[in-house]
């Protein structure tokens, strides 16, 4: 009877499991884990550092760039010639609006509120700069990064709006435990602000133990807000260009592809 008993436990137990789950996926090439690197705000020293470190390693990197970037108005070649090169550029809006309630966002106009934005409002920008950034790579599907990693538009979460126009979007958030029940409209992401190489290199450490995925978000590159100096940008390239056999390293949105196409 005991036997019996622990054989139904047992086969409770198995129901429960989550088939489906993408914890199951193996990442290409027998990697432990896959890392992502992204770029914030469309700056020059994207152009004029993070690039040509990543070209140097043979790595890639996603740009999430909005429309009044400054930099993409007067160095379009430029941006043009990195997309050709293997790069990811991704919409990151085109005015860039954040939560203006949030303590220390006193540099949030109440114009790019997002609490003074409709959900058709903050569509419409999307799209808009979902034009103006074809016009600069020829692309019809892309990913987005949350600008301030903010989802709410008056309140109202717009995440839904994200799913039928985007491939995938970055957020922010901590290394996953797990690839289960993992969103690729709603990532996590790790904001690097004066972070120093073992720091960078101990969280994609993180991910390989988990056999999950680590994704930066990086904003000025030896620049001037949320920075990551070149020393130690470059020591994480070559950390990953070291390791390569462990990591599955590529644009988010082929990552995102990746898993998208192959849960099980």
């Not at 036997?3 to 789950?21: D, E």
């Not at 090439?29 to 004029?48: F, P, R, V």
């Not at 203006?100 to 540099?107: L, V």
Request: proline residues 3%; charged residues 25%.
């Amino acid at each position: 009877m005991k036997k019996q008993i622990h054989l139904y436990v047992a086969f409770f137990l198995f129901l429960l499991i989550p088939f489906g789950s993408v914890s199951q996926i193996t990442w290409p090439n027998g990697a432990k884990a896959a890392i992502c690197l992204t770029y914030d705000d469309g700056l020059d020293c994207h152009l004029d550092v993070a690039v040509p470190q990543l070209h140097e390693f043979g790595l890639k990197g996603t740009f999430f760039c909005p429309g009044h970037s400054a930099s993409l108005f007067n160095r379009m070649d430029e941006w043009r010639q990195i997309i050709e090169n293997g790069h990811e550029l991704g919409n990151h809006s085109l005015f860039h609006p954040c939560d203006g309630n949030i303590e220390g966002r006193d540099w949030v106009k109440p114009e790019y509120d997002l609490n003074n934005y409709t959900l058709e409002q903050i569509a419409t920008e999307l799209r808009v700069a979902n034009t103006l950034l074809k016009a600069v790579d020829g692309k019809r599907i892309r990913t987005y990064g949350y600008t301030c990693s903010d989802f709410k538009a008056d309140g109202v979460n717009f995440t839904g709006t994200i799913k039928n126009m985007f491939a995938a979007a970055r957020n922010d958030g901590s290394i996953p435990k797990s690839m289960d029940g993992y969103d690729i409209h709603k990532t996590p992401s790790w904001c690097v602000d004066g972070h120093k190489a073992e720091d960078l290199i101990a969280y994609v450490e993180k991910a390989r133990d988990n056999g999950t995925i680590a994704i930066f978000m990086f904003h000025s590159v030896e620049g001037s807000y949320l920075n990551v100096s070149a020393e130690d940008h470059k020591k994480l390239l070559q950390y990953i260009s070291d390791n390569q056999k462990d990591y599955y390293c590529s644009t988010f949105m082929e990552v995102m592809e990746y898993i998208s196409e192959n849960r099980k």
